[in-house]
């Protein structure tokens, strides 16, 4: 693949959430689906054959990686280098070639982690955004400043975020029409609460110039799906909702 | 592949849990609690001995009810940050399938042992976690008394009993039925005795010896079955009259007594027994090199010495011995005696020392040995003060009783 950027992004984001995760290599392509350790947060990463310049699965493998250690490996990628991944079966490891200026080659021996089959959750959300990643992200920010959780809102006027504590509070508008604000279809007013921390992790994934898609619902998980490899791949999160105390 | 069959047949259901109706009883009323609402004690402390159902009760709760459940185990690193992190987070936050409506039960196993494995403040999270929560929290532990008080308070505590050979039994015959073994009744009642309560220990041994042949006869038990410490006297006096290095290794293991415990009881009574001086000491000798190895394998953690621990300390008392022995009644050791004596005190102690320690940045070990009589002479001295000091750290009122009878000593 000619793009290590997709990897060492997606794996920088999912790295915080989960400690370790079981890929799974098949014809179509690569997939991955978990939970983090509190089961609050689900992951699902789906990045296609396609995506990569050549691809070649013989037969269907689960890889179970230990993610702090990719993305150390990950954090030596140079931009202009490009990535190959190898799985030698015989001794269990994957292997990751960055080639440059020069081939430099990383073996990761893998773990045993058990194949999970998470169902994705279905749920009726009330309202989808399409949001650039920058204002989320400044949004978020601006949420540390005051408090733990951020609360998400989407209705006829806009798309809004916002948080509290201490006395303190700050709150962010994207209103109707605007430039930032791809896509606004509200089919029920919508608002939720989260931990800000878990979306900030999420939005390291995020290219700063890239639409996010949000789905949310009235005390529902919120759901963010974030376009990768040039919108041929998928990552997307999914966070449950703070319950919020009387 | 292999499968235990204490997961096999693991209960799903609350109504198939053996034998503890009163408990589950009272674990459902709490959680028909939390379905309308965050209940004045928002977690149930399980507590009750091995095998009697504690994690199986909290496990086929969640199932009942639909919640969703997470489980964090002592040998997870249950330090100050990952106990908020992992379990805070899931105390406060609604489910990804149900969103906000739905709940998530938060099962902290071994919650009697989470201090002494990293002293990082362990505790603090959980009461922390507890205050919080809005989420059901269930936490598990053999031994009650290992738990702060500020911790038991904010619990709904319920007791499981140790189950009745009866109804062990009855739970083999059970099994036994489903997977088409015939056994022998008496051999049954032989596991169900031994067991002393523990269900999973009992299936287990059912198991072991069943395993492959289909039938459970008598004969094939007399291998598996635990020596349980109301023989220990028993055991010991097979100790010290060893005539073998061999025989006396093997009487030890069996005797299901770690040997940091069981040097306890041979050196009270071993070098009594010798009547030749000389014997004594070559006994004393054998018994404080195994000394050493026990503490060696504490500090280091490695359990690997143990096993020379115990070769001295078994063969040593009955090889080295020349001489008579004098036949006297065994005793119990001392330091045992002692330390159920002292046993008020010292959690008295301890968890003032906790307290101080959190307040003052330091170790808990630092605040005992050098806080705490200086805290006791204004407690007893100074009431004004006393009081803000007691207040700041929130002692109990044996706490503080505690901390003025320090001075006296």
């Given at each position: 693949m000619s793009d290590t950027r997709v990897w060492k992004t997606c794996?920088?984001?999912?790295?915080?959430?989960?400690?370790e995760a079981a890929f799974k290599f098949t014809g179509e392509g690569v997939r991955m689906r978990a939970m983090d350790p509190s089961h609050v947060a689900l992951v699902d990463f789906d990045l296609p054959a396609k995506a990569f310049d050549e691809y070649e699965v013989s037969k269907p493998v689960v890889l179970g990686i230990v993610l702090v250690e990719l993305n150390k490996i990950m954090s030596r990628a140079k931009s202009e280098d490009s990535l190959i991944l190898e799985f030698e079966e015989e001794k269990n490891r994957l292997s990751l070639v960055f080639k440059g200026r020069s081939s430099r080659r990383f073996n990761l021996p893998l773990v045993d982690i058990k194949e999970s089959e998470l169902p994705e959750p279905k749920l009726q959300f009330g309202a989808t955004v399409r949001v650039l990643g920058e204002i989320i992200q400044d949004g978020l920010r601006?949420?540390?400043?005051?408090?733990?959780?951020?609360?998400?809102?989407?209705?006829?006027?806009?798309f809004f975020m916002y948080s509290e504590g201490d006395g303190r509070s700050v709150e962010l508008k994207l209103e109707k029409g605007s430039e930032a604000l791809a896509k606004l279809e509200v089919r029920q007013p919508s608002r939720a609460m989260f931990n800000v921390k878990y979306l900030s992790d999420m939005l390291k994934a995020a290219d700063m110039k890239d639409f996010i898609t949000i789905n949310l619902g009235t005390d529902l998980p919120i759901k963010l799906d974030f376009p990768i490899a040039g919108g041929e791949g998928r990552l997307s999160f999914i966070l449950a909702p703070r319950i919020e105390s009387e | 592949m292999f499968s235990p069959w204490t997961e096999k047949y693991k209960p799903s259901k609350l109504s198939e849990v053996v034998d503890q109706g009163q408990a589950v009883k009272a674990v459902m009323e709490w959680a028909r609690g939390w379905e309308r609402g965050k209940p004045a004690k928002p977690a149930l402390l399980l507590y009750g001995p091995p095998g009697s159902g504690k994690t199986t009760i909290a496990e086929a709760l969640a199932k009942e009810f639909g919640w969703d459940?997470?489980?964090?185990?002592?040998?997870?690193?249950?330090?100050?940050?990952?106990?908020k992190r992992?379990?805070?987070?899931?105390a406060t936050t609604g489910t990804l399938f149900e969103g906000a409506g739905g709940r998530r039960l938060v099962i902290l196993d071994e919650a009697d042992n989470i201090h002494s494995r990293s002293d990082l403040g362990g505790y603090r999270a959980v009461r922390e976690v507890l205050g919080r929560t809005t989420n059901p929290i269930i936490l598990i532990a053999n031994d009650r008394r290992a738990i702060p008080s500020e911790i038991l308070n904010s619990c709904l505590q319920v007791n499981l009993r140790r189950l009745s050979p009866q109804s062990i039994e009855r739970a083999l015959e059970r099994i036994c039925e489903m997977e088409g073994i015939e056994a022998e009744p008496l051999a049954l009642k032989r596991i169900a005795e031994a067991s002393r309560g523990d269900l999973r220990a009992a299936i287990n041994d059912l198991q072991t010896s069943a395993t492959g042949k289909k039938r459970c006869a008598i004969r094939d038990l007399?291998?598996?079955?635990?020596?349980?410490?109301?023989?220990?006297f028993q055991v010991l006096g097979g100790i010290l009259h060893a005539s073998s290095v061999g025989e006396a290794r093997r009487i030890l293991w069996s005797l299901d007594m770690p040997p940091d415990e069981a040097i306890g009881w041979i050196s009270e009574n071993a070098p009594l027994l010798a009547k030749n001086p000389l014997d004594r000491a070559r006994i004393y000798e054998a018994l404080s090199r195994a000394d050493i190895f026990?503490?060696?394998?504490?500090r280091k953690q490695v359990y690997g010495l143990w096993g020379y621990a115990s070769d001295l300390m078994a063969a040593g008392p009955s090889i080295l011995r020349d001489g008579e022995?004098?036949?006297?009644?065994?005793?119990?050791?001392s330091s045992a005696i002692a330390y159920r004596q002292t046993?008020?005190?010292?959690?008295?102690?301890?968890?003032?020392?906790?307290?101080?320690?959190?307040?003052?940045?330091?170790?808990?070990?630092?605040?005992r040995k050098h806080f705490l009589k200086y805290l006791g002479v204004i407690l007893k001295h100074d009431r004004k003060r006393g009081r803000a000091i007691a207040e700041e750290l929130e002692l109990t009122e044996g706490e503080a009783e505690y901390l003025k009878s320090v001075v006296d000593l």
């Open positions: 794996v920088g984001a999912i790295v915080n959430l989960i400690e601006d949420a540390e400043v005051v408090g733990d959780t951020v609360r998400f809102e989407a209705n006829e006027s806009g | 459940s997470i489980q964090l185990n002592a040998s997870d690193k249950r330090t100050f940050e990952v106990l992992v379990a805070g987070e899931a007399a291998l598996y079955l635990r020596d349980m410490e109301s023989n220990v026990l503490s060696r394998a504490r022995t004098v036949s006297r009644r065994l005793q119990v050791p046993r008020g005190e010292r959690t008295f102690r301890e968890s003032v020392a906790r307290k101080v320690a959190s307040r003052c940045h330091t170790s808990s070990r630092v605040a």
